[in-house]
């Protein structure tokens, strides 16, 4: 059963459509589910790869 | 209008007062025994998030269907670390959305203090996505100087 913006739908009624993109940013997934050429699920997954970094930094006197 | 990752200048400063606690070792700076506790909110690609934020706001936040204003709590089960000279630290798990729809585009996700009269932590970026009865997770990259979440160098 697939969680949808209809309810719970068995996923043989559904068109399951996946895709992904990968960049130095992130790696990301997403799975959606279609009903008759609407869109009823969309699930997103991020695999973050940058990281922030804060440097340190001291003053002369 | 855009938004940008960034450790926020804010937080830069607050680590010298020893404002936030990830974890309740070795934190003689804070008067209590517990971590301070963290969250993750979501915010729309016409928001402004970026290294001048000080605190969570709900203005562009994400809406909808099963999200909570304020976002998600993250965890921080691994105390700070550091290797070199670098220190390190990484939420334990992912950050997850469960069962939410969140129709208008969001791309950032803003990491804050709700202990700390929710002062702002570091943004992070992505493709800007949408939800659809679905879950939204971001999955952390492993606990190191080399690709830590917050590192300071």
């Known amino acids: 059963m697939i969680t949808t913006t209809k309810g719970e739908m068995d996923e043989s009624l559904l068109e399951k459509r996946e895709g992904s993109l990968d960049n130095d940013n992130e790696t990301t997934t997403w799975v959606e589910y279609w009903l008759e050429g609407e869109l009823v699920h969309r699930s997103v997954h991020v695999q973050l790869k940058r990281a922030v970094v804060s440097f340190g930094e001291t003053a002369e006197f | ?153």
Do not use: C, W
């Not at chain 2, 269907?65 to 939420?91: I, R």
């Open chain 2, 1 to 153: 209008m855009a938004n940008t990752q960034a450790m926020t200048t804010s937080f830069k400063v607050d680590l010298f007062n020893a404002v936030h606690a990830f974890n309740a070792t070795g934190i003689p700076a804070h008067t209590v025994s517990t971590a301070d506790t963290f969250k993750a909110a979501l915010y729309v690609t016409t928001a402004t998030v970026n290294a001048t934020t000080t605190a969570y706001s709900a203005t562009n936040e994400v809406s909808g269907t099963g999200y909570t204003a304020g976002g998600v709590t993250v965890t921080f089960g691994t105390a700070p670390n550091s290797s070199g000279t670098t220190s390190f630290l990484t939420p334990s798990a992912s950050i997850t959305y469960t069962t939410v729809t969140l129709s208008t585009s969001f791309d950032a996700m803003l990491l804050y203090n709700s202990t700390q009269s929710n002062k702002s932590v570091a943004v992070y970026t992505f493709t800007a996505q949408t939800v659809a009865a679905g879950t939204f997770s971001l999955t952390m990259p492993t606990n190191d100087a080399t690709t830590g979440l917050l590192r300071i160098a």
